[in-house]
């Protein structure tokens, strides 16, 4: 199961109230009172902001003032109530579009953090999207690793994402990046391109990637003719 940035940005926002709602369902089987009326009132509204965090997020040439505003919204609607997790992830990703390292490292390792623990409560509707989570947590901070120069880190990263989901053609590639240009496995990280570009060529592909031909006849032409030929 592979998602583009946009698609993930969407479930990570709807995930935090497809949770709160479900609670607030739940409580409306055994009572209907101004209260209850009260906090369904305050859920709509947050989903208002949510959908305005994002909306600023997905602005074409979103500056820095509009990311910093979505932000801004997303950390106090988390600081608000720990099950949205969507808000926190989006957080972390405009930290890391904006270079805080530092920062969206502590953030994905938080949210890493809440998956894990979701996993041992199924009954939590949240628990659905740990794979997707998951993946795109991991992948993120295997960039961040890697931008830090923690090849070794940033490499397990990858590989407990690629784990999770096999075929997600972010994973591999990244994967496949650290392995040529960083980490000197050029054999491992040529299989790796191929399956990537299999996968971005592929009938049912809704990416493109031109650049990967390229890629894979420069790494050809690095790598011995024996190792070539066992690819």
């Given amino acids: 199961m ?33 209260a209850l009326e009260a906090q369904q009132l305050q859920i709509l509204k947050e989903q208002e902001q949510f959908n305005y965090a994002l909306g600023l997020i997905q602005i074409e040439g979103a500056t820095e003032s509009d990311l910093l505003k979505a932000k801004e919204i997303l950390d106090a609607l988390y600081e608000s109530n720990s099950a949205y997790l969507g808000a926190l992830i989006n ?7 904006l270079k805080n390292l530092d920062q969206a490292k502590s953030l994905y390792l938080d949210a890493i953090q809440k998956v894990e623990n979701a996993l041992k409560n199924p009954n939590q509707t949240v628990s659905v999207y740990n794979t997707m989570f998951s993946v795109h947590i991991y992948n993120q901070l295997g960039l961040i690793e890697r931008q830090q120069g923690n090849f070794d880190q940033a490499e397990s990263y990858y590989r407990q994402a690629l784990a999770l989901e096999p075929d997600n053609p972010a994973t591999i590639k990244n994967l496949a990046i650290l392995l040529d240009l960083y980490r000197g496995k050029l054999a491992e990280a040529l299989a790796f391109y191929v399956q990537y570009q299999a996968i971005v060529d592929g009938p049912d592909s809704q990416i493109s990637d031109p650049k990967i031909k390229d890629w894979i006849y420069d790494l050809k032409n690095r790598l011995p ?3 070539v030929g066992n690819e």
């Fill in 2 to 34: 592979s998602f583009n940035n946009r698609n993930i940005q969407k479930l990570l926002v709807m995930t935090g109230f497809v949770f709160l709602l479900g609670c607030a369902a739940k409580q409306s089987v055994v009572e209907m009172d101004p």
């Fill in 91 to 97: 957080s972390a990703d405009i930290s890391l579009k």
């Fill in 225 to 227: 003719a024996e190792e």
